[in-house]
């Protein structure tokens, strides 16, 4: 937001000395209610516990302030917003477009995309393209629509019933599954085969450990024996 002069305005709260008032409403460090005192013996808590005073409700009367690590504070808030935006849902529209006269092989490719689009709780828009006397056929195209929607009816649903659109037929399929949902499972994945990366790993060297040890032990023994016979 921007003043009429130009400059912007602060969203931050007022802080320690920046605070102007005789008297703040003050909760401690904690969450206890503190009660109303003074702004210079609220200022001399937040010396004494090495803290900040923030002023929480600069509305309120008094305004109501917290002792708290004001940089820590900002820290978390900022970690907690990215974590937000992360986990932020976008709708998102595929478009995968066919022919009527598709052979088998580009048909099973062109489904395989359309699963793995609605897997990630994406809506797919299926176009199927007439050309020439093709357009006079549309039971083609809508045939095909309809086995593909048939294909993939455990993963996504028919959202918008196939449709003419000049040379083009248009049918949009929606996920059964919430984009949030496809999200979650991808990163349990993630961390699953990470996991499984990890004991793999942790398991191959477990055996060469054990070879070196009984290889130090062997000579050890050896010589031992060398030892006996002289």
């Not at 305004?63 to 708290?68: Q, Y």
């Not at 490719?109 to 793995?116: A, D, E, L, S």
């Not at 045939?143 to 649903?157: K, P, S």
């Amino acid at each position: 937001m921007w003043c009429y002069r130009g400059g912007s305005i602060s969203t931050e709260p007022r802080i320690n000395d920046r605070i102007r008032v005789p008297e703040v409403r003050l909760v401690g460090p904690s969450g206890e209610q503190v009660g109303i005192v003074p702004l210079a013996k609220a200022l001399e808590l937040a010396q004494e516990y090495d803290l900040d005073l923030v002023e929480v409700a600069a509305s309120a009367r008094p305004p109501v302030c917290k002792l708290m690590d004001y940089g820590k504070f900002k820290y978390e808030s900022a970690m907690k917003a990215r974590e937000a935006r992360k986990n932020q849902a976008h709708t998102v529209i595929k478009e995968m477009k066919l022919r009527p006269k598709i052979d088998p092989h580009d048909y099973d490719t062109k489904k395989g995309h359309v699963v793995r689009f609605l897997k990630q709780g994406d809506k797919v828009k299926i176009t199927i393209m007439f050309r020439g006397r093709e357009q006079s056929r549309p039971e083609l195209g809508y045939r095909l629509l309809q086995r593909l929607a048939e294909d993939v009816q455990e993963l996504g649903f028919i959202e918008s019933n196939p449709k003419q659109d000049g040379r083009n037929m248009i049918m949009v399929l929606g996920p059964h599954k919430k984009k949030t949902e496809a999200m979650a499972e991808a990163r349990e994945a993630q961390a699953a085969r990470k996991a499984e990366r990890q004991g793999g790993a942790a398991a191959e060297a477990a055996p060469a450990e054990a070879a070196e040890v009984e290889s130090t032990e062997v000579d050890a023994d050896g010589s031992a024996d060398a030892n006996a016979e002289a």
